[in-house]
């Protein structure tokens, strides 16, 4: 009963912490700028923790080390393409944007085209691939909150889902930018010192013998030497071979067509500290990944993968009661309820992060752009329309969520990435590198990679076929066998791009473009982001 206590208080502690925060970056939240970009107030370093805090989601916290204790090598493929990502975003897209943009990806889309069109799609893909990754996020909750109370009650996940739906709005409408970057980066600093003081204390069981541990993961693993090398998971038809070859460009590309991440370079003052943020980031989170092999490799070895369910969620957290001195101990109960707390705040983090480019999307793009482009806007309104749509986008996150529930996570990230690599990195880059580039070229590319992606994912074994693992088990229709449908959708999206942009002649986009380049490469007039 203490040990549940103490749980219990870490875990409220920590969401107390993030609360304060919050209110605290409120009374600094008094302009669209300072709810948008947190007033371009934050510096590279700071920007780069927050990054890290917004990237190393529940996918990977729990999901990758989950992959890793089920599938091995198989299941580290994941974080490789999660990493090597942030090459494309740091050298494609980070500074340009920032230079480009003001507050979402549309309005460096929307500097030389028509600003309608373009703003309405750019607007509905964000939505999409935020609601995806908002789906990982609070199924990760729900597993997390139901362990850490010693229940396996479906009602007490509902619940959890609803509680992180209501404090994500919260974060969102209260905190705006600043709030949501604090707490980022608060949580950035407590992934980072869990994680760091799990993989020491598994390394110290195995005397810091990295090679043990391996052979003691491959032996428990009951898969032996192959739970080592690739073929685990991917290998054993040319299906799933060419499943995991659309995961890894999925992964690769789809993070720099990531809303809630393209936005985080709006907070930084100038274009190097675009670049500097991108760079912390990725020494960040490259130091997190290599700590997840510990934890995928030590909780293959030190826990029963079963114990952590189908989808392998529980593994950082079981692990952690484990070498904490064991189910029952006061260490194994202190650490449990540390590393789920850390897990928590990492979650309430990332929905905050999604949220707001979702919310602001809805807000600076649609309402503003679209609806209200002749009439005139106070900041004051706009601030209040995100407000909204951060609760409806909140809602719409809830109901989804909770019939999601056995799905891996790490599976709905990849998802996530899907889509904007599909949708939003082929736009963001014809945008800034091709001359000839159009309204109804993006306007294609991003409807077209959408569909294609979305329609894919729903006949795909993701949704029905496979009774274990899909989210309607006794239906079947799935007619695409890929559980990832990036290596058709990607290109389909770029494809749709060019053709788009071939079919219509728009001599103002070309005048344009000189501008917008000079602006991109430069950062000149970057403050007052246009709208033509």
């Known amino acids: 009963m203490n040990q549940q206590i103490l749980t219990t208080s870490l875990f409220i502690g920590v969401v107390l912490l993030t609360v304060g925060i919050t209110f605290v970056a409120s009374r600094q939240t008094k302009t669209a700028a300072d709810f948008y970009s947190g007033g371009r107030g934050f510096s590279g370093f700071q920007n780069g923790l927050a990054i890290g805090g917004d990237y190393m989601s529940a996918a990977s916290f729990l999901g990758i080390s989950g992959a890793i204790a089920l599938y091995g090598y198989d299941g580290f493929l994941y974080s490789i393409g999660f990493l090597v990502a942030w090459l494309v975003a740091l050298l494609l897209v980070a500074e340009m944007l920032r230079n480009a943009g003001r507050y979402t990806m549309a309005d460096q889309l929307a500097f030389r085209m028509r600003q309608r069109p373009v703003r309405t799609a750019a607007s509905v893909s964000t939505v999409v691939v935020s609601i995806f990754y908002l789906l990982a996020q609070m199924v990760g909750a729900g597993v997390l909150v139901a362990l850490l109370l010693g229940v396996d009650?479906?009602?007490?996940?509902n619940l959890v889902i609803v509680g992180v739906g209501a404090l994500m709005i919260f974060y969102v409408t209260v905190g705006g930018m600043k709030g949501t970057t604090y707490v980022q980066i608060v949580k950035a600093v407590l992934l980072m010192a869990g994680s760091a003081l799990i993989?020491?204390?598994?390394?110290?069981?195995?005397?810091?013998?990295?090679?043990?541990?391996?052979?003691?993961?491959?032996?428990?693993?009951?898969?032996?030497?192959?739970?080592?090398?690739?073929?685990?998971?991917?290998?054993?038809?040319?299906?799933?071979?060419?499943?995991?070859?659309?995961?890894?460009?999925?992964?690769?590309?789809?993070?720099?067509?990531?809303?809630?991440?393209?936005?985080?370079?709006?907070?930084?003052?100038?274009?190097?500290?675009?670049?500097?943020?991108?760079?912390?980031?990725?020494?960040?989170?490259?130091?997190?990944?290599?700590?997840?092999?510990?934890?995928?490799?030590?909780?293959?070895?030190?826990?029963?993968?079963?114990?952590?369910?189908?989808?392998?969620?529980?593994?950082?957290?079981?692990?952690?009661?484990?070498?904490?001195?064991?189910?029952?101990?006061?260490?194994?109960?202190?650490?449990?309820?540390?590393?789920?707390?850390?897990?928590?705040?990492?979650?309430?983090?990332?929905?905050?992060?999604?949220t707001l480019a979702s919310s602001s999307s809805v807000a600076h793009d649609l309402y503003k752009g679209v609806f209200k482009k002749d009439q005139p806007v106070t900041e004051k309104q706009e601030v209040r329309v995100a407000k909204l749509a951060a609760v409806a986008i909140g809602a719409v996150a809830i109901v989804l969520a909770i019939p999601a529930q056995q799905l891996n996570i790490a599976f709905l990230v990849a998802l996530a990435f899907a889509v904007a690599a599909s949708a939003n990195l082929p736009a963001i880059l014809f945008n800034m590198f091709w001359k000839r580039f159009n309204t109804r070229g993006a306007c294609w590319s991003i409807y077209g990679g959408l569909i294609t992606c979305v329609g894919l994912v729903i006949l795909s074994p993701v949704m029905s076929g496979n009774p274990e693992t899909s989210l309607f088990p006794d239906a079947d229709f799935a007619l695409f066998p890929l559980s990832n449908p990036g290596i058709v959708s990607i290109p389909v999206g770029f494809l749709l791009g060019i053709i788009g942009t071939l079919s219509a002649r728009e001599p103002s986009s070309e005048r344009l473009y000189a501008e917008l380049e000079v602006r991109a490469l430069t950062g000149a007039g970057a403050e007052g982001a246009s709208q033509h």
Do not use: C
């Not at 009650?153 to 996940?157: L, R």
């Not at 995928?296 to 826990?303: P, R």
């Open 153 to 157: 009650s479906g009602f007490v996940k």
């Open 199 to 354: 993989v020491f204390l598994v390394l110290l069981r195995y005397n810091f013998n990295l090679s043990a541990l391996l052979g003691d993961a491959a032996e428990k693993s009951g898969a032996g030497d192959a739970f080592l090398q690739p073929g685990l998971q991917y290998g054993a038809t040319l299906t799933s071979q060419i499943d995991f070859l659309s995961l890894g460009l999925a992964l690769v590309l789809g993070t720099a067509g990531l809303p809630h991440i393209l936005i985080r370079f709006y907070t930084v003052p100038t274009a190097k500290d675009a670049r500097k943020s991108v760079l912390w980031a990725i020494g960040l989170i490259g130091a997190f990944y290599l700590m997840t092999l510990v934890l995928g490799f030590g909780a293959a070895a030190l826990i029963n993968t079963d114990d952590a369910g189908a989808t392998g969620n529980l593994a950082s957290p079981l692990l952690a009661e484990e070498v904490g001195g064991g189910a029952g101990s006061l260490g194994g109960a202190v650490l449990l309820a540390l590393i789920s707390a850390v897990a928590f705040a990492t979650i309430l983090a990332v929905v905050a992060g999604l």
